[in-house]
C-alpha cells in the first residue's frame, strides 16, 4: 500500500480489530491524487451535536489544511473529515486556499453542513497544488458508500510511506456507562519531496463538551506525541484531532470537565502513547524502539528537556544502531540539554544495568546483560540526574543506514 | 595518522606552511595513550609575558581539562600547553582531577612556572581514567625538543579520526607593524566510544592584553564555530585558545582594545573562520560543504537561529547528501526554528536559482543550474524570510551513510 516498496519494519505490531464508533461513519476511494491503484482519499462523517478537539504542528510554516482546521475549531463541532494522501498542499500560496476551500464546501454540500464543521487534512508532496477536483470529484461516490465498518480501510488509506497500518481502541467508563475510543494514525513515512508528517484521527461515542476535549487531548499529546521523536524534524501538517459523537446515552459531562472524566483521560491517554509509539516503530528506517526515562532532574520539565535532547542526538542514535551501549554519548547529550545537571552525580543505566554512576563508570559492571539487552529490539536507557524529582520518560528509534537511503535518495 | 583507516574527505584541503611564531616553541611525542606508532602528546612553551583567552564547551557536563582551563583562564597568563589524543578525561570523577593537576604540575616544573599558567586538553575515549603518568613520563624529553617550526607536527598530533591536518597563517597589522596568527584545528573526528570533539589552538606574537584577547576572540567564534554545525551534537571538550606572546614590537595596546585592532581581528575573524569550515569539510561521512544565507529575518539573531535550524536538518542534510535539492524540506526547517517567519513571503534558492519566491514555487524555473549546482561539492542554500533586514550564514555538511558506518559501529 505504500508508496515506496519498503520493508515491512521490524517493529511493526498487528491491526487490532476496529469496532464501530456509534455516530462515525466513513470509508475511503482512489482518487489518483498521485498513487496508482490505491486508495488515497478517506472520508468521515460525524453524527449532528458531534463535538472537536485538535493539535497541530508547532511549524511555523504549516500547510494549508492546518490553517483551515485551527480556524474551524473555533465553533468546536464537526461533521465531517476529509484527508488525502500523496500531496500534502504545503506552500502552496492562494491556489493551496481555494483547493481547501472548494474541498470543504463540496463535503458540505454532501453532508449537509457548514464548511467550517468539515476538517481537513493533506500529506505527500510539498509546493505542488492540491488537484482538488479530483476530491472533489470522487466525494459524491464515496459518500454513498460510507459505513461503521470502515476503520481499517481508512488507517490504510492515509498511509504514505508508512509500512504497516496502525490502529487502536480502548474501552472506558463516564459514571457507569462504557463508551469506547478508537484512533487511526499515519506516521513518518514520506514521499518525495515531503517530509515526515504525522496524522492521527480519533472518534469516540461518549458526550464530551469541545472545552473539555480540547483540555483532555492537550494533557495527553504532551505525555505522548510531544515525548516521541524520530528525527527532530518537524511537520508542517502534523495533525491529531478528536471527535465525540455523544451517541452513547451517560451522565452528562460538565463543560469544564472534571473528575468524571477520570477514567475517560486515562483510556484516551493510552489511546494517544500506544499510537504514538507505533508512529516510532514505522520510523524511517528504525530497527529497534528506544525508552528514555530521565529521573532526579530538577523539575519535571527539566527532565522532560534532557530525555528529548538524548532521543534527538544522532550520536546516541548512531551508537543504538550499532548495538553499542556507548553511556558516554548519553552524558554528552544531558550535558547538551542545558539544563541543570552535575557530571559527578550522573547515573546512566540500560537495560536495567548501572554503567555509570555518580560521575564515573562502576568499575567491574556486568556487561554481558548489557550486550544482550542492546541486541534485542526494545531497547531501555535511564538517566538519573541526582538532583531532584523531576522525571520524564521519551521515545525515540535508532539511526539507521535506512533512514539515510529513504530520505537521501535521489528525486527523480 | 588516524585512529580508523579512513579515507580522506573529498572536502580536504591542503595544509599551508606554518611559519615560526616568536615566543612559541612546540613539539609532539608518542606517549602510547592509546594509539600505537603515532604522535599523541603535543607541548607548547610560551615566552613569559603571554596573555590567553578562552572559550569552551557549552555542554553542562565537560571534561576535567575544561575546568582547569577555565579556571587557569582567570590570571589572563600562559606559559605551556599540554595537549593529548586517544583519551578524552571526561566522566573520570576523581582521578579525572587528579590526571590534570598531576599533568600541569610536571609541565609547569619543566617550564618554570605555576601549574596554573600551563592549559591542557584531552580528546579520545571518555570514561576511561587517563594515564597520565604515560604523559608526564613523556614530557621531560619533550620538552628538550621544543623548537618554533612544530607547528605541522601538532596539528597532526591532535588528530583523533580528523582525515586531514587543520592549519591556517593570517597577517595583520596593528599600527604600521606586521603581525602574524598561526593556528591549528582538529574537528569531527571520533574514536569509539567518543564523539565528536573540537580543538583549537591559536598563537600570536603580538602583544595584546587578555581582556581584549578574550572579547576578539568571543566574537570571532561566534561568527565562526558557532555558526557551523556536523550533526548538532555538543562535545564535552569543545575547546578554542588563543596565546598572543607579545614578541613583535608594536604601537601599545589598551586593556580594552579598541580601534587599533580593527585589522588584527580581520584577520583573526579570518582565521577562525577557515579552521571552522575545515572542520565542517572533515565533518563525519561529510561530500558536500554547504554554506545556508538567510536575508530579510526581523533580527540577525533570528536570522542566526533560522540558519542553524536549516544546517541542523537530518532532512534537509540527506536531501542534499541525495543531491536533492528540496526546498520543501528547506521551508519545514525555517517554520520548525519558531522564529517570526510568514509562510507566503518566503523564498528559497539554491546556487543563485530562486525555485521558490514569495510562499510558492516559482512557475517554470530553470532547474538545469540547480541540478548541476547540487552535484557539485560546495552547496549554497538561500532562504529569504522577507519580514526585515535581519541576515546570517552557516555552515554544515550532508549527513551520509559515511555518518552512519563511522557513528554506529559496533565497539570492539
Redesign the interface.
Known sequence: MAGKDLPVSPLAVPMPAMPPIAGVRLGVAAAGIRYKGRNDLTFMEFAPGTTVAGVF??????GAPVDWCRTALKSGKARGLVVNAGNAN????K?GREAVQATADAAAALLGCKPKEVFLASTG????TLPHAKLTAALPALHGQLSEDGWDGAARGIMTTDTFPKGCVRKALIGETEVTIAGIAKGSGMV?????TMLCFIATDAKIPAAALQAMLKKGTDASFNRTTV??????SDTVLVFATGQVKHPRVPAEGGAILKDFARALNELLLDLALQVVRDGEGAQKLVRIDVTGATTARSAQKIAMAIA????VK??I????A????I???????????D??L?SVGVGGTWM?R????VPGYDEAPVVAHMKGREIEIAVDIGLGKGKATAWTCD???G??DI?????S
Open positions: 504542528t508547532r511549524n511555523k510554516c504549516p504545503v506552500f502552496t500560496g491556489p508532496v510539498i509546493g505542488e518525495a519531496p515531503d517530509m515526515a528525527d527532530s524534524d518537524t511537520s508542517t534527538n542526538s544522532p550520536l548512531t551508537a544502531a550499532g548495538e553499542d556507548n553511556w558516554g554519548r552524558v554528552m547529550a544531558v550535558g547538551k540539554a542545558g539544563e541543570p545537571a557530571r559527578d550522573l555509570a555518580e560521575g564515573g563508570v539511526l539507521t543506514h533512514y539515510i530520505n537521501g535518495s535521489y528525486r
